[in-house]
């Protein structure tokens, strides 16, 4: 039972245009949300998160948006460079904090 | 420091061996984890440590052994793995349990058992 979904394993943009990376849950519980970068053959590293209690968070190029009566959220990454390609996990949190759950991924190409 | 470190990077182990994946923390959480992350997956949670406590085991098969001999370290000791253990383990830390904590992921350990 996926309680985070990704439905795009991939997206592909121009450097400059914008990427917008989907994200669904299904656990009413979930009321913290996380999105995380992956190279190959490294761990995730954090990139943004917010609260159920926001519906929008920002930092520099990176914005989440949480609409929580739909249960999703979406990262806009504005503009888009190269460097940002990889591999993006959403992820969520209950309120008792212990477990982080992800979704499966979308890997993210950004083309010169 | 702000480093999860996680060694060996690499590990290749026969079903009949022993060996053990180590974790090591310096920022003072006082949370540790363990991951699985199959290729084209999500990392999936093993067991959860929270002040030196395992707090949460996720019905990991006993082949796979966890123990946090101190707040820094976290260790996973494998014995006789199957070949479908093949993944790459990711350890993390935070500040403690808690949701609006971040958690610090380490660089892994690329597990083949062979």
């Known amino acids: 039972d996926q309680q985070v979904k990704q439905n795009s394993p991939s997206l592909s943009v121009q450097e400059g245009r914008i990427s917008i990376l989907n994200c669904d849950y299904t656990n009413s519980m979930f009321d913290y949300f996380l999105w995380y970068k992956k190279y190959p053959a490294e761990g995730p590293t954090f990139l943004i998160s917010?609260?159920?209690?926001?519906d929008k968070n920002e930092d520099g190029r990176f914005t989440v948006f949480l609409n929580k009566s739909a249960k999703h959220l979406s990262l806009h990454i504005v503009p888009s460079q190269p460097g940002d390609s990889a591999v993006y996990f959403c992820a969520a949190i209950e309120t008792s904090g212990s477990r982080l759950t992800f979704g499966e991924g979308t890997q993210l190409t950004v083309n010169p | 420091d702000t480093e999860v470190t996680q060694t060996p990077k690499h590990l290749v182990m026969g079903m009949t061996n022993k060996k053990s994946l180590k974790c090591e923390q310096h920022m003072g959480h006082r949370a540790m984890y363990w991951y699985k992350q199959k290729a084209k997956k999500p990392p999936e949670l093993m067991f959860v440590?929270?002040?030196?406590?395992?707090?949460i085991n996720e019905s990991v098969p006993s082949r796979f052994s966890p123990e946090c001999p101190n707040s820094s370290l976290l260790n996973l000791h494998l014995h006789a793995l199957q070949p479908e253990d093949s993944a790459l383990y990711l350890c993390?830390?935070?500040?403690?349990?808690?949701?609006?904590?971040?958690?610090?992921f380490g660089s892994g350990t690329r597990l083949t058992v062979v």
């Open positions: 440590y929270s002040y030196e406590k395992l707090s």
């Open positions: 917010i609260s159920s209690i926001k």
């Open positions: 993390a830390s935070s500040q403690q349990l808690g949701r609006t904590y971040g958690y610090t």
